[in-house]
């Protein structure tokens, strides 16, 4: 596989985590291992499980963000305003909150 084939198949994200994996494969063979074979070993024995623990890992944060955003409006009104403000936040922050998350978290 080719460096446009690959960069083409994975997201800025998962090729730094490839490249990550390249290191360590390296390091563990005591010899270069190049892109593509980093790429393909990824693939097959880690890709799933970090892309698992990666979309874990934001909704954890997520939910605990419109949470705290409920329990701000909550006390806003001094009363529970609940599915309410759970899609106020989805309205007026999701994005921005996403993007945010992908500039701060986004290699686990």
């Known amino acids: ?52 623990e990666r979309q874990a890992h934001c909704l954890q944060l997520q939910c605990a963000e419109i949470n705290r955003h409920k329990w701000i409006r909550s006390e806003q009104e001094r009363r529970d305003v609940g599915h309410e403000a759970v899609l106020e936040w989805i309205q007026k922050y999701a994005a921005t909150w996403r993007q945010w998350y992908e500039e701060e978290h986004g290699v686990m």
Do not use: F, K, N, P
């Open 1 to 52: 596989m080719s460096l446009m084939e690959i960069s083409q198949r994975y997201t800025a994200l998962e090729l730094r985590e490839i490249e990550r994996h390249r290191e360590r494969l390296s390091r563990d063979r005591g010899c270069g291992v190049g892109l593509a074979e980093a790429a393909a070993d990824w693939s097959a024995h880690h890709a799933e499980q970090w892309r698992v």
